[in-house]
């Protein structure tokens, strides 16, 4: 197959930007990745959050700066205004970090309504800002039984729509209550060298990305409505 015409009469070319290396080269940021955890029970031995625990001892270790969310007293979207003092602590932490870690139980074959909860009462925008996009995100899930991957599958739908960049790992635990002692420390298993391997790979693409995601996420269509909008205003100006 051969294309004899390559024109784009579709395109404006006042905003079609060519991909450039050349910008992705900026000066690195030198201080800690920030990292944001957020856990979906709020049992008093909550395994999501055991795994949130263990999860943030080793990102500290890794050299990131974390915030673990306690979504206690949250309440549930809509069921409350935007002003109640946990949805602005929650919303002041997705804007401060640059990476994300989401790990929910599995029930009913889904995430749990706290899980769910928390991410709904994160908005797409912020004023002008999007508090979410181009920042990494790690998805996990803990099981009761036998090992499943449906929460992380729905995580990741929801990661997509808050236009966050997931990393491709994931961590999924089956019988969870097995793999931690009487200390709530998570015990050596596959489970947890697979943890290790998630977070690991958070980190590198949190370095990798931070600097650059803005550009990562710069989009042809939104240049092209913004540029729509400022012409609309010029012109509505000069009547």
Not at 39 to 62: P, T
Not at 191 to 201: G, K, S
Request: proline share 5%.
């Amino acid at each position: 197959m051969s294309l004899t015409d390559l024109s784009l009469p579709n395109i404006d070319t006042q905003q079609f930007q060519l991909p450039d290396l050349s910008v992705l080269g900026q000066e690195a940021s030198t201080h800690k990745p920030r990292i944001l955890l957020l856990y979906g029970s709020l049992r008093e031995r909550s395994f999501s959050r055991l795994v949130v625990e263990e999860s943030a001892r080793l990102l500290i270790a890794m050299g990131a700066e974390i915030k673990i969310f306690n979504p206690h007293g949250l309440p549930l979207p809509d069921g409350d205004d935007v002003e109640h003092p946990k949805v602005q602590e929650l919303r002041e932490l997705v804007t401060w970090s640059e990476g994300q870690v989401w790990c929910s139980p599995e029930r009913h074959g889904a995430m749990t309504g706290v899980m769910k909860s928390q991410i709904d009462w994160i908005p797409l925008s912020l004023g002008a800002v999007r508090p979410t996009q181009g920042k990494t995100l790690a998805v996990m899930q803990v099981c009761g039984g036998s090992q499943s991957f449906n929460a992380v599958n729905q995580l990741r739908i929801l990661g997509r729509w808050m236009r966050m960049l997931t990393i491709p790992n994931q961590s999924s635990v089956a019988k969870a209550f097995n793999e931690f002692d009487d200390n709530n420390r998570m015990l050596p298993s596959p489970y947890y060298n697979r943890i290790v391997d998630v977070l690991e790979e958070l980190m590198k693409f949190t370095l990798l990305t931070r600097d650059n995601s803005a550009y990562l996420t710069n989009r042809y269509s939104e240049r092209v409505e913004t540029a729509e909008q400022l012409m609309a205003r010029v012109n509505q100006s000069a009547l």
